[in-house]
């Protein structure tokens, strides 16, 4: 069975830090794209950033270019996003999806972990 398990979510302050990470079942990790994504009650779903499936590949949405980084460890079948200098207009609930590349329709999600920026 597929399972994509976000955590690591929370409330931070403006300028912390949240590392966010995707633990993966059911599947062999090596093989696929990780996306990250985002989605608040006003806004439509965001993509943040994806991984490629040999991590020679690393996209990020330019709002936050340089403060996020995306990163994989397949041995411990997790994807990891390190989001530093965080922002109020971070807030959202953070997701992972798996695909075939980053630029392929995603085909399993978790279930989000909310971050919360706010002072």
């Known amino acids: 069975q597929v399972q994509l398990m976000e955590s690591g979510g929370g409330l931070v302050q403006p300028g912390g830090s949240l590392r966010l990470s995707c633990a993966a079942s059911?599947?062999?990790?090596?093989?696929?794209?990780i996306g990250w994504f985002r989605q608040t009650p006003e806004n439509e779903r965001e993509a943040v950033s994806c991984?490629?499936?040999?991590?020679?590949?690393?996209y990020y949405t330019d709002s936050v270019k340089g403060r996020f980084t995306i990163s994989r460890d397949n041995a411990e079948n997790t994807v990891y996003l390190q989001m530093n200098s965080l922002k109020p207009e971070d807030t959202a609930v953070y997701y992972c999806?798996?695909?075939?590349?980053?630029?392929?329709?995603?085909?399993?999600w978790g279930q989000g972990t909310q971050v919360t920026v706010s002072s």
């Open positions: 999806a798996k695909g075939p590349t980053c630029f392929d329709e995603y085909d399993y």
């Open positions: 059911g599947f062999t990790l090596d093989y696929y794209a």
């Open positions: 991984i490629s499936d040999s991590a020679n590949g690393t």
